[in-house]
């Protein structure tokens, strides 16, 4: 369990911000955080990113941020881990206020994916893959994603119509998020009669992605409760990697970091799969979802589309995903991804989530995927 916990959140819209920078993103959530948590100093800055060097030709994202922010002088730096940069920017933020050096942290997730369109978008997101052996032959994140999902439903006996539970529930929880990109309903009729994007991937299968912010003020725990009134505090953190490749791993359809991550976590928390109430996955594909649910323990080897099947990850189910919607229909901001989940985590734990409300809410865990999980960021949080 660690001192740690978290005392301001904010968020932007996912959405194609056009008319918006990089740096306005970033500051339009950092603004937020820090009247949610009522201060003003910090002594760091973590920013999560994987694009912005890419897209909006724009690194060294630590120093304009802590400029912009008017916060100029602060330590700050970029950390970088595919699409699971949110959530590893959140954990150096933890280790260092656990450290002692640094008494209030601030992180901040954005990614701009509009800045370009096209082919160009498609290389910048294959830059989460092994270049080598990978891209090199064409290979993209959907491409991969598309294999997983192919490679699962042969070995499992599994249709495509099978997965449409975890896209279904998405949007209507996403229905109820006033910052979702998609607020649309899906029937379950429609997923599997979608536009394919790469065979089996279909248009309403894969997370689209966005632009867009999310803030988080972390400090210690045993500060927090008198600085505001609902502090949530940070159990454990954990993260944990893979080979890159897919066909370096020993097994494609176990997502080994997921497993290690999770288990780590549970271990510092002092809890199992069972008290978790609500659980914030990494759905940029549905096989991602399954797969996570596997990895994490919530259902056995080949069994996590069953609990969308069955309603159990629905807001009144078993074990609660995507409960703003998710990276299918919330957006998936790539970079930012991990610091949405605990935000929106935040919210759900504060009992102040809305519509999107998971009822009695106590324990959330959420976990950050990069590429195909590579790289895996588990947090759990109590409320």
Not at 51 to 61: I, R, T
Not at 118 to 147: F, H, K, M, R, W
Not at 365 to 381: E, K, P, R
């Amino acid at each position: 369990m660690t001192n740690t916990a978290i005392i301001g959140i904010g968020q932007t819209d996912v959405r194609e911000h056009w008319e918006t920078s990089i740096r306005h993103l970033a500051w339009y959530a950092i603004e937020a955080a820090l009247d949610d948590a009522h201060i003003h100093d910090i002594d760091a800055i973590y920013v999560g990113n994987m694009l912005a060097g890419q897209l909006s030709n724009q690194n060294h994202l630590g120093a304009l941020v802590a400029d912009f922010a008017g916060l100029r002088g602060v330590e700050a730096m970029t950390v970088e881990a595919a699409d699971a940069s949110g959530g590893a920017a959140l954990r150096q933020a933890i280790l260092a206020v656990e450290s002692g050096l640094v008494e209030t942290a601030l992180v901040v997730g954005v990614e701009k994916v509009t800045d370009e369109t096209g082919s160009p978008v498609l290389a910048a997101l294959a830059t989460a893959l092994d270049s080598d052996y990978e891209v090199i032959n064409g290979q993209t994140l959907t491409g991969a994603g598309a294999l997983l999902m192919r490679r699962y439903m042969h070995v499992y006996g599994v249709q495509l119509a099978d997965f449409a539970g975890f896209s279904v529930n998405a949007h209507a929880n996403a229905a109820a998020n006033p910052r979702a990109m998609y607020r649309n309903r899906l029937k379950p009729e429609a997923f599997a009669a979608a536009p394919m994007v790469a065979d089996p991937v279909s248009l309403f299968d894969e997370a689209p992605a966005g632009d867009g912010a999310a803030a988080l003020i972390v400090t210690r725990a045993d500060r927090a409760g008198d600085m505001v009134a609902q502090p949530v505090q940070v159990l454990a953190s954990a993260l944990a990697t893979d080979a890159l490749a897919l066909h370096d791993r020993r097994d494609p359809l176990w997502l080994s970091a997921a497993e290690a991550s999770a288990r780590r976590a549970f271990a510092a928390a002092g809890l199992s799969p069972n008290d978790i109430d609500v659980f914030e996955l990494h759905d940029s594909f549905t096989v991602m979802a399954a797969l996570s649910l596997e990895a994490c323990g919530f259902a056995a080897r080949g069994e996590g589309w069953q609990l969308a099947r069955d309603g159990h990850i629905r807001r009144d189910g078993r074990i609660p995903i995507s409960t703003f919607g998710g990276l299918k229909a919330r957006g998936n901001p790539i970079g930012a991804t991990g610091v949405y989940q605990i935000a929106e985590l935040v919210q759900q734990l504060r009992g102040k989530a809305g519509d999107c409300q998971v009822a009695g809410a106590q324990v959330g865990m959420a976990q950050n995927l990069g590429g195909t999980g590579a790289t895996a960021v588990t947090h759990i949080l109590r409320g």
